[in-house]
């Protein structure tokens, strides 16, 4: 008998966590002689700025597995400089408190000149990804323009980029909003490799602005809960706390505690309408296992920093055995 090669894995993410999580699946993928995963990347912190469309999760996953990301930042391109933004700034143009590296800017440019032409963005980052082996198939979430607006207690509203780089999330928010999501379509192919998979991992990422735009697209979220894969979401909470990015804040917006059962309980049981089969917490957490299996969810407990690709893939494993696969 040919033993069927997998597991086949579907990847939803977001930027910096969701760029560190790609490289341990792929490097997990590599170890077990495993096809490729596709990627499925938010797309709801995009925006247009001086005239370029930027898709900043998208490219923290390009650039992280074509290896020419900033691993120090966490965002943009590894060696970049500055000239343009100098000059941006001189002009008053842009945002003074967002940086637009030069090589950065590069992808900007050919994305916009691209999506000009009249390509997708997934066509553009068909063509992107060409450009360097990336071991993975990496799709946007979807191709319709959509944004993330952040809603305050006085009516006013922020783009969240502004909300985030410039205010550092220190402004409470009281809601999310993704004008648009409920009439997008999903990218193609995205929909076919959630129904085709064998295992869905829900990255370590922030669960409201990340994984939330992704799981907003009704077809996204309707192929997440109708595939035979097992649906395996990883904790990005460790010990009760955020391990980066603001999530704290996100989910204190919308009710939600900042604790790896929070998290669980918003994503909720697949077998209660919600999206997970299992969920993955840190070793910090293993007291929680129980709160979890209440929820309707197999628990399963491993160390999840995300310190190399190799640590990472130690716990890409424990998903999937979590997963069955
Ligand atoms: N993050 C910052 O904190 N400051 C910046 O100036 C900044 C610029 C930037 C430019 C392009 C890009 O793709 C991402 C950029 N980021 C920057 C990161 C980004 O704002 C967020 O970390 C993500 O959108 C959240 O996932």
Redesign the pocket.
Known sequence: MVSSPGPRVVVLA???GGAKFTLGVREALRRRHAPQATVIANTG?DLWLSGVR?Q??V??ILYALAGQSDTVR???RAGDTERVNEELQAWGAGWP????GDL?LGTHLARTGWLREGLTPSQVLSRLSARWPLGATLLPMTDDEVDTRVLFGDGSRMHF?EW??RHRATIAPVAFENPGIAAAAPAPGAVDAIAAADVVLLAPSNPVV?LGPILAVPELAEAVRSTRARVVGVSGIIGGRVVRGMADVCLTAIGVETSCVGVAGHFGSRTDGGLLDAWLIASEDAASSTAIERLGIRSAVAPLWMTDASATAEMVEAAFAAAGV
């Open positions: 977001g930027g910096v912190d930027l900043p999760d490219d923290s966490g965002w943009g408190w967002f940086t637009l950065d980029q985030w780089t990340s």
